[in-house]
């Protein structure tokens, strides 16, 4: 305190000054009406480009929020498609009665695509009413099968996994195969089981077909790169790309089918006959 | 103090208020009406600062130069104008003083020529110099006309060493 005071007493002088000018600044800005729009003009300037600048740093620090409310948005917007699409459409296969299906945002919190068995872990658990062979997808495309579940995280089978296995189709053909990896390229998987018959060709789009209710039909999976067949093969062999990077998965949106236990029962009554 | 001495004082402290009192009404009526060329408008009354008695506090200089030109905006009908000008003159009086004249002159009760010599003029001028300019400046208020407040403080600033330099030799003569 007597330092503020020994502070204030050597600089009495100045201190005065700068109280007078302030005032007589002040008078000069508001009661003069040019020095009082060159004032505004610059103020506005110096204010712009200063906020600018903060927002634009700012913006940085609330990057992790905002992108989790774009993509709580983005699976309130897609329920919302699919409940329009629904009541447009009203007639439609269960699986592909798409008001089934609801949408999860999660927050990949690990993930692998450098092993065989590849594997992610999303932040929602049961609590959020993730339960196990729910589909995992980006708006770009697939991700994977939700294996097992815990409170507040669950695991995700990645299409790169060699056990996995999904069903898919080409888009307008309606022809099925089952997409599987090979364990080598983290950016290509393989659809198998696609007959001599079917005219595949480089470049055809490969979606879900919604036939295991665990994905909506139609969602992306990738494109194809290579299709072969020797000529004594039954079945072409199918490169696909994948239209997901896994390297790069941070937001995607766990899909759960409202009438998995009704599926599951009459599926396990079909096979236990 | 002796009584004769203090008598003295008080008479000084009167003339000196009745000169300001004098400056203000003369830049006022008179002085205010200049404009030569649209370059040179004189601004006298900086010479109530500038002739302040030498060891007057700092502080009261502000003030009294917060008053001055207050009066000046006033019959000036500007807001702040003068106030910020003669208050920034008032700040610097010292620093300006000091730079020209030498410690003998500073023993001294009031700056003026007989007292500073030429000194006076470099002093006068410097504070007269940056009064106009800081004037000039804020009635500008822009960087873009910065070559033409110059140029007006520099003529303004001659001008209005010519009538204090004026007034110095009348001094001088009725001695």
């Known amino acids: 305190m007597s330092q503020l005071f020994r502070f204030l007493s050597r600089y009495n002088h100045f201190i005065l000054f700068l109280l007078l000018e302030v005032i007589a600044f002040t008078l000069i800005i508001n009661r003069n009406d040019y020095q009082k729009s060159v004032f505004s003009r610059i103020n506005t300037q110096v204010l712009g480009s200063v906020s600018s600048v903060t927002s634009s740093v700012a913006d940085y620090f609330s990057l992790k929020s905002d992108n989790a409310f774009l993509a709580e948005e983005n699976a309130a917007l897609q329920n919302e498609l699919l409940r329009l699409k629904s009541s447009k459409n009203p007639v439609s296969a269960f699986a592909q009665s798409d008001s089934a299906f609801a949408f999860t945002s999660a927050k990949v919190v690990y993930n692998t695509v450098n092993r065989f068995q590849n594997s992610l872990i999303l932040d929602k658990g049961s609590t959020d009413g993730v339960r196990p062979n729910m589909g995992v997808v980006t708006p770009q495309g697939v991700v994977g099968i939700v294996e097992s579940v815990s409170k507040h995280f669950c695991t995700v089978i990645s299409v790169l996994n060699i056990e996995s296995r999904i069903s898919g189709k080409v888009k307008n053909s309606n022809y099925l195969g089952s997409i599987s990896w090979d364990g080598k390229n983290t950016t290509v998987v393989q659809m198998e089981e696609m007959p001599r018959h079917v005219e595949i060709k480089m470049g055809d789009t490969i979606v879900t077909s919604g036939h295991s209710a665990i994905f909506m039909e139609g969602m992306m999976i990738g494109t194809v790169i290579k299709a072969e067949i020797n000529e004594n093969d039954a079945y072409y062999k199918v490169d696909v790309r994948l239209a997901n990077r896994f390297q790069a998965l941070n937001y995607v949106t766990i899909v759960s089918f409202a009438l998995r236990d009704e599926y599951d029962e009459l599926q396990k009554t079909t096979i236990n006959e | ?175």
Not at chain 2, 90 to 105: G, H, I, S, V, W
Not at chain 2, 114 to 131: D, S
């Open chain 2, 1 to 175: 103090m002796t009584n004769c001495k203090r008598r003295q004082s008080m008479n000084n402290v009167f003339w000196q208020i009745l000169r300001a009192v004098l400056l203000l009404f003369v830049q006022i009526v008179v002085l205010n009406n200049i404009q030569l060329f649209g370059m040179v408008s004189p601004f006298l009354y900086t010479l109530i600062i500038i002739t302040l008695p030498i060891k007057m506090p700092r502080n009261y200089v502000m003030l009294l130069g917060c008053l001055i030109g207050c009066v000046m905006d006033v019959f000036t009908n500007s807001y702040g104008f003068h106030f910020a000008a003669t208050v920034l003159v008032a700040y610097a009086r010292p620093f300006l003083m000091k730079l020209f004249a030498t410690r003998e002159n500073m023993e001294k009760l009031y700056p003026s020529y007989t007292n500073f010599g030429n000194a006076f003029y470099y002093y006068a001028f410097a504070m007269v110099f940056l009064h106009h300019f800081c004037l000039f400046a804020i009635e500008a208020f822009s960087f873009y006309y910065i070559g033409l407040v110059l140029l007006k403080t520099l003529c303004s600033s001659v001008f209005t060493l010519i009538l204090i330099w004026g007034i110095e030799t009348l001094k001088i003569r009725r001695k």
